[in-house]
């Protein structure tokens, strides 16, 4: 009588690996949920949603914490030694490319692209230049310093800079989310301050104060 067939290390595991797998992409992708909205945003011409995500900044560490958990549960599951079992058993079929090392691996180097998004976010935004085309009187040049809530990463900085310097009379932006404002440069005689929040509230981020220098 032919032994019954038992299932082999890779079918015993496959869901339960699976699941981690999913847990360490859905992390990896909070984690940086908060850089990428605002990316998304201005490719779908919806600037006003890129602040929707920025409540997940205080989880980002905790959420690279848990990615890093998570995958490596994975990776400790499909490389651990298997159990000898004695038994004149049928071979089973070779597992399916999602239960493979390959696959694995594939989703660990994204879960990483993932995490290091923040960092290299910015050279996805246009880069968009003031419009000033002739020196401005001097008389008319003046400095405001607008304080902004929601930014979290180096492409906020460059989404609120690219929005401000599409207004007329720009002649410098200087964003800082480490510092959450923006130093606009602007010649008074093209534009005024009013305007320039309305640039900075279209991002989807807030502005909480304004002060002339």
Known sequence: MRSQELPSKDNQEAPATKAWVGAGLLA????SLCCITPLLAIMAGTSGM???F???EPLRPYLIGVTGIVLGFAWYQKLKPAR???CDCETNPKPNFMQSKA???LVT???AVMLAFPSYAHVFYPQAQAQQQVAPNKANVQTVEIKIKGMTCAGCEAHVNSEVNKLAGILKVETSYANANTLVQYDKSRTDVKQIEKAVSATGYKVTETKKK
């Open 28 to 31: 990896a992708l909070g984690a």
């Open 50 to 52: 890129a602040a929707s």
């Open 54 to 56: 920025s409540w997940l």
């Open 84 to 86: 000898n079992i004695d």
């Open 103 to 105: 696959f694995l691996s």
């Open 109 to 111: 180097v994204f879960a």
